[in-house]
């Protein structure tokens, strides 16, 4: 085979994006270049899945197979509790106020400053190395991405082929052998919708789906629990209103699950299975109160596997390492042999994953929130969290720049409207939220669900002035416009 062509494609991106190119492999030295196969899943739940020990029966067995043929990070976190910027941040190896998607809408802000090294999102990086590249669903949002081959979503996910399995099969297995045909390595960003709102059987669903898609439902979940087989999440109280409410997310994550199923058996067919890295995260928490759109860990905390035949040891658990949806851009080109990309904040976990490190170098993560939709002032929300294993540390930005006056909108689904009903403690935990203090400080170990804030709390007054200190440290270090307002508080 020729390389000539292939070093031409190089020699261009490289006066593009003048990546440093330190000691990686060519392409053109791998005999078979490798292809990348990126999955989530929409609003799950942190602890839902099998393999982080959720005890609801069969809920994700395709996802519990993934993760035995590969390792699972259990401490991943996503950049930021809301699908947009998330996604964004997993595509770019950059925080949202580096890549200027900071929330959903008119993105980047008229006030986003420009890094001083603009850097290529994954799809166009690996486009320009002959990668064909595709997404299915949840890529627009996004910012600038190169796609050969793009499938879009109806309104809240509502078209026929956004939550079917069999639609998943069908439009992988296409794009594969498109991919195969033309001779090229793929790359696919495949995003099945559910377990995001509406969950089946609820009243949301059949208004929705009687606004944008009346004549052509989707496939209902293949599985049906009862309340008793639910497992409740820390940040909610365990109470029978609440445990109703939870029944058909599990359905829609089952459903969920069985759209990755379809994608991986599609893989598996076309005979590229072993020469794929597979990566599976969510893109934020669950839609209740504490979980999506905060920066509690329900909101941010994901499981995270990577999956590489002959190169990442199946049945693998890492708990020991912090990953960051950040660090998945690096790891996959690390992976494929192609040099790095300068300037961004995401770093390379693959030699974690090959034995060659035992754990990754982070030490906490950083998670933020800016944006509740456009970039409006009005909508202008900024949070900040360091978080690791032990405890999470939370600045909320607009509460200080308002003085108390500004409050946070709450998504308020069913098992809100159910459990508020019935729980003094869920009625306070949500009228906290709305009204939040500056700061708070959780001890995770014993408070996994966030509801003892601690930051007046003496005894811990050692732990809160070091996290303050990483996360004005981490907020110079990537230049977020926010360093300042922290900094009158940090100092």
Not at 244 to 256: A, D, F, I, K, T
Not at 263 to 291: H, R, W, Y
Not at 292 to 301: A, E, S, V
Request: charged content about 25%; aromatic content about 10%.
């Amino acid at each position: 085979m020729k390389t000539s062509s292939r070093w031409v494609r190089w020699i261009r991106l490289l006066m593009l994006c003048a990546p440093v190119l330190a000691s990686a492999q060519s392409p053109a030295d791998r005999a078979q270049p490798l292809n990348v196969l990126v999955l989530t899943l929409d609003d799950m739940g942190f602890g839902t899945t099998g393999m982080e020990g959720c005890t609801v029966p069969g809920v994700t067995p395709h996802l519990d197979n993934l993760a035995s043929e590969g390792t699972l990070f259990t401490h991943g976190y996503v950049s930021v509790p809301m699908c947009g910027p998330s996604r964004a941040a997993l595509l770019t190896g950059r925080y949202p106020h580096s890549s200027g998607i900071m929330g959903h809408g008119k993105q980047p802000p008229d006030s986003w400053v420009k890094p001083a090294v603009k850097t290529p999102p994954l799809s166009s990086y690996l486009h320009g190395f002959g990668y064909r590249t595709g997404a299915i669903l949840k890529n627009f949002r996004c910012g600038e991405q190169t796609w050969d081959v793009r499938h879009g979503e109806q309104g809240y996910g509502m078209g026929f082929d956004d939550r079917n399995p069999a639609s998943f099969y069908e439009r992988t297995k296409a794009f594969i052998a498109e991919a195969e045909a033309m001779k090229k390595p793929f790359f696919l960003y495949a995003n099945p919708i559910d377990p995001h709102d509406p969950w089946p059987g609820t009243s949301q669903e059949k208004e929705l789906q009687a606004k944008f898609n009346p004549t052509k439902p989707f496939p209902g979940p293949e599985r049906r629990y009862t309340s008793q087989e639910v497992d409740v999440p820390a940040i909610l109280p365990d109470i029978p209103s609440v445990r109703r409410s939870l029944v058909p997310y599990y359905e829609s994550l089952h459903r969920g699950d069985a759209c990755i199923g379809s994608i991986l058996k599609a893989l598996e067919e076309s005979g590229q299975a072993a020469n794929t890295l597979v990566v599976f995260m969510a893109d934020n928490g669950m839609c209740v109160p504490g979980a999506k759109n905060t920066l509690y860990p329900h909101g941010t905390r994901t499981p995270i596997v990577f999956k590489l035949p002959g190169k990442i040891k199946p049945g693998t658990i890492d708990a020991d390492s912090i990953v960051c949806a950040i660090d998945i851009m690096p790891t996959i080109l690390e992976a494929c042999g192609l040099p790095p990309v300068e300037g961004i904040e995401g770093r390379s976990v693959y030699d974690v994953l090959t034995g060659g490190k035992r754990q990754a170098e982070r030490e906490y993560a950083l998670t933020s929130f800016d944006y509740w939709n456009d970039s409006k002032a009005d909508q202008f929300f900024p949070m900040r969290s360091i978080i690791n294993k032990d405890f999470c540390y939370i600045w909320n930005g607009y509460v200080q720049m308002s003085g108390g006056k500004k409050t946070l909108p709450m998504p308020w689904n069913q098992v809100v409207r159910e459990g508020i009903e019935n729980s003094e403690k869920l009625a306070e935990r949500i009228a906290f939220m709305r009204k939040r203090p500056v700061e708070e400080f959780y001890d995770l170990s014993k408070d996994p669900g966030c509801w003892n804030n601690l930051i007046n709390d003496k005894d811990y007054r050692k732990q809160i002035d070091h996290f303050r200190a990483v996360l004005k440290k981490e907020m110079h270090q990537s230049n977020d416009p926010q360093r300042f307002a922290f900094g009158k508080l940090a100092d």
